[in-house]
Nanobody, 121 residues
């Protein structure tokens, strides 16, 4: 059974850091490019990052570029999102999703349940 579980969300002050994890099972993890999405109340779902199946190529939305870093450990079937210099506008539910073989495929076959990130004083 395919399972994707995000963790690491929580409450953090502006300027702080948080590291999200995405643990996957039930499929061949290293065959898939994996992305991070987020959705804030009243806003459109936003793709913020994606990493290639090998981990060699990464993409970032302009809204997070320079502050967030995506990585993966295929031996552990786990992907990470290191979030630094957090801003209140980063507040959202963050989701991990398979993209297909490549980030540009955008097939979105498997989603995690999401983890809440709240940036507030």
């Amino acid at each position: 059974q395919v399972q994707i579980v995000e963790s690491g969300g929580g409450l953090v002050q502006p300027g702080g850091s948080l590291r999200l994890s995405c643990a996957a099972s039930g499929f061949t993890f290293d065959d898939y490019a994996i992305g991070w999405f987020r959705q804030a109340p009243g806003k459109e779902r936003e793709e913020i990052s994606c990493i290639s199946s090998s981990g060699g190529i990464a993409y970032y939305a302009d809204s997070v570029k320079g502050r967030f870093t995506i990585s993966r450990d295929n031996a552990k079937n786990t992907m990470y999102l290191q979030m630094n210099s957090l801003k209140p506008e980063d507040t959202a539910v963050y989701y991990c999703v398979t993209m297909g073989r490549q980030c540009v495929d955008k097939l979105y076959d498997h989603w995690g349940q999401g983890t809440q990130v709240t940036v507030s004083s």
